[in-house]
């Protein structure tokens, strides 16, 4: 049973960084796509970035290109979310996801996903 949990999340200031991690654990990885999404209060959960099961490919949300990083460290079983001059429009429950099979884009195709952690940006 694929078990992932997120972690990193925090209170911070507009323009700041912040680095988010998510443990995956249960079975192989290196077998699993992996996506970051977020959810902000009253609004639906949103796509920001997935990698391969490599880290060769990786893909992002219109909304974070440029500014947001995912990446992969499959000896450690974790993948990360850099993100950079962050601004209020990022306060959101931040989620890692996984599927086996393509990558993709849409939350319904992840089949496990992990409780969120909360990232808040205000002055």
């Known amino acids: 049973q694929v078990q992932l949990a997120e972690s990193g999340g925090a209170s911070v200031q507009p323009g700041d960084s912040l680095t988010l991690a998510c443990e995956f654990s249960g079975v192989t990885f290196s077998d699993y796509i992996m996506g970051w999404f977020r959810q902000a209060p009253g609004k639906d959960r949103k796509f920001l970035a997935t990698?391969?099961?490599?880290?060769?490919?990786?893909h992002y949300g219109d909304s974070v290109k440029g500014r947001f990083t995912i990446s992969r460290d499959n000896a450690k079983n974790t993948v990360y979310l850099q993100m950079n001059n962050l601004t209020p429009e990022d306060t959101a429950v931040y989620y890692c996801?996984?599927?086996?099979?393509?990558?993709?884009?849409?939350?319904?195709?992840?089949?496990?996903w992990g409780q969120g952690t909360q990232v808040t940006v205000s002055s």
């Open positions: 996801a996984a599927r086996m099979g393509r990558y993709t884009t849409y939350d319904e195709d992840y089949r496990y």
């Open positions: 990698i391969s099961w490599s880290g060769t490919y990786t």
